[in-house]
């Protein structure tokens, strides 16, 4: 199984609302990503856990929180969110070595195309 | 802290021929992966090929190879007798041990039949 799987695959939201995006990947990794992409442009990385805890956040606002709560899991949780906030999130999982990266490559999901009315 | 630069925002080839797409990047690192992401419209981004700074020898993957200048920090992908499915998005990316994965802008390549 190289498969990560991220539910919903459409989102759409009012500004006041609270979701939460899913990820889930069963290859054994224990470093997971979100990041956030708008079109035609790159992925932006957000927030990474190693070991189910949080190694990296990129500055992001708190109105995103994520969340690991095994080594299977990730959400993001959004809350009062901003149209500009719309775009694509994407999870990703790498394996590790010790605490290290492995081979580096990362696998992602298809994403979760988020709308913020 | 790293950059990476793709300087050909879109390039068109003819199937069967071969395309070649560039890449620089700035670190002052000495160990370190460079990647070349494929991202099809609209569908997942999957690891086309990964060279590892140390090793000199570059890095091939059936049609696809790079060209891999590390005092000159250029890191091109190759793509040979272009097939329609490589139609993408392509986004040269950097990463250290710290699991930071920096991608540049991205060259949308568009195979002609």
């Known amino acids: 199984d190289t498969e990560v799987t991220q539910t919903p695959k459409h989102l759409v939201m009012g500004m006041t609302n609270k979701k939460s995006l899913k990820c889930e990947q069963h290859?054994?990794?224990?470093?997971m990503y979100w990041y956030k992409q708008k079109a035609k442009k790159p992925p932006e990385l957000m927030f990474v856990?190693?070991?189910?805890?949080?190694?990296i956040n990129e500055s992001v606002p708190s109105r995103f929180s994520p969340e690991c709560p095994n080594s299977s899991l990730l959400n993001l949780h959004l809350h009062a969110l901003q149209p500009e906030d719309s775009a694509l999130y994407l999870c990703?999982?790498?394996?590790?070595?010790?605490?290290?990266?492995?081979?580096?490559?990362?696998?992602f999901g298809e994403g979760s195309r988020l709308t913020v009315l | 802290a790293q950059t990476v630069t793709q300087s050909q925002p879109e390039m068109s080839v003819q199937e069967a021929e071969t395309v070649t797409l560039s890449c620089t990047y700035d670190?002052?690192?000495?160990?370190?992966?460079l990647f070349w992401y494929k991202q099809p419209p609209s569908r997942q981004m999957i690891l086309v090929i990964r060279?590892?700074?140390?090793?000199?020898q570059n890095a091939t993957e059936n049609r696809f190879s790079v060209n891999f200048q590390k005092a000159a920090k250029s890191f091109s992908l190759k793509i040979s007798d272009s097939q329609l499915g490589d139609t993408a998005m392509y986004f040269c990316?950097?990463?250290?041990?710290?699991?930071?994965?920096?991608f540049g802008a991205g060259t949308t390549v568009t195979v002609r039949a």
């Open positions: 990703a999982s790498s394996q590790v070595r010790g605490r290290k990266i492995d081979t580096g490559e990362l696998f």
């Open positions: 290859m054994g990794h224990r470093a």
């Open positions: 856990y190693s070991y189910e805890k949080l190694s």
């Open positions: 670190t002052s690192e000495n160990n370190y992966y």
């Open positions: 060279q590892e700074a140390y090793k000199q």
């Open positions: 990316a950097f990463m250290k041990i710290d699991y930071k994965l920096s």
